[in-house]
């Protein structure tokens, strides 16, 4: 004759589990609150700080001969014009590039077109000669 077994009670097992995953889940989402909470403090923290900055910037869109799109560079000399020559530096070496300037504008540090602390500036004017 067979052995008859006997089935063990698994309910038990089965309820600490899923109150061990609902506990996670509640761990989880408080973590998910309190970094959106960080985050949204240093964001508005940052856009104070660029509401209180009263600089103007000169900006300019610069036409590199590798690319049809314009980059957008700070300059430190605000007498530059359309169509002038310039050296900007490009890529993560830096590398002096010759390149047109294809619009000038000034700026709030709000309105810039791109973010003023990632924006490389403009090395020199080339000069004719």
Do not use: H, W
């Not at 309910?11 to 609150?33: D, F, H, P, V």
């Not at 993560?92 to 540090?109: F, M």
């Amino acid at each position: 004759m067979g052995r008859i077994r006997k089935r063990r009670n698994t309910a038990g097992a089965n309820t600490a589990g899923i109150m061990r995953t609902q506990a996670l889940i509640r761990t989880s989402t408080k973590r998910k609150r309190n970094m959106n909470e960080q985050g949204n403090r240093f964001r508005r923290q940052k856009q104070e700080e660029i509401a209180k900055d009263t600089a103007v910037y000169t900006c300019c869109s610069v036409k590199l001969p590798f690319s049809e799109k314009p980059y957008a560079y700070r300059a430190e000399d605000s007498a530059l014009q359309i169509e002038d020559r310039v050296i900007v530096p490009v890529g993560v070496d830096n590398e002096e590039t010759e390149g047109v300037v294809v619009s000038v504008g000034q700026y709030a540090r709000i309105a810039v077109p791109y973010p003023v602390e990632r924006t490389k500036t403009i090395l020199r004017k080339v000069t004719e000669g």
